[in-house]
């Protein structure tokens, strides 16, 4: 069984994508709910696929060399992980990199059930009226409810 360090840390290598959203199947609970900036934004898996593979896709036409480096991650005392991480990408030949963020993980049964995220942490991708204004951010939401579905295969499980 994963630490709730790997699991974490495997989940963003799907974000980042060092490996398959496909991957993120097994990592995250069936009905993981997702917070922004306190508020429920998303519960379920479809959600966060959507988010992740709008966001890959974003970084993929404007910044394709996009990385996440992770600055720290704290276990906290009530089980959550903490993990405070940066954007970088090449931005008009400059590599550039964006202001520290945190996201807090909460593990459940070895899946994460609960990311409580800010809409600032994607200011480096979405720029910075998401942050200042629900409605931009909502905009962009609407923006990424028309986009394409992601085509993420289900988790297939051996049977004997």
């Known amino acids: 069984m994963q630490t709730a360090q790997q699991i974490v840390h495997n989940l963003l290598a799907v974000v980042a994508q060092q490996q398959p959203l496909a991957n993120a199947h097994a990592l995250l609970a069936e009905d ?3 917070f922004m900036d306190g508020r ?3 519960r379920g898996k479809s959600g966060w ?6 966001l890959q896709q974003r970084a993929k036409r404007t910044m394709p060399d996009l990385a996440m480096h992770i600055d720290a991650t704290e276990q906290q005392a009530d089980g959550d992980l903490r993990i405070t991480a940066h954007w970088q990408a090449t931005i008009n030949g400059v590599v550039q990199s964006s202001a520290s963020g945190v996201v807090i993980y909460s ?3 070895g899946q994460v059930s609960r ?3 800010h809409r600032r942490n994607y200011t480096f991708i979405h720029g910075q009226s998401i942050a200042r204004s629900w409605v931009a951010f909502y905009f962009l939401v609407l923006r990424m409810l028309l986009s394409p579905a992601p085509d993420v295969p289900a988790a297939t499980v051996a049977t004997n």
């Open 49 to 54: 696929f959507r988010w992740v593979h709008y």
């Open 115 to 117: 990311i409580q995220t």
């Open 32 to 34: 993981v709910a997702i």
């Open 107 to 109: 593990i459940r049964n």
């Open 40 to 42: 429920q934004i998303a």
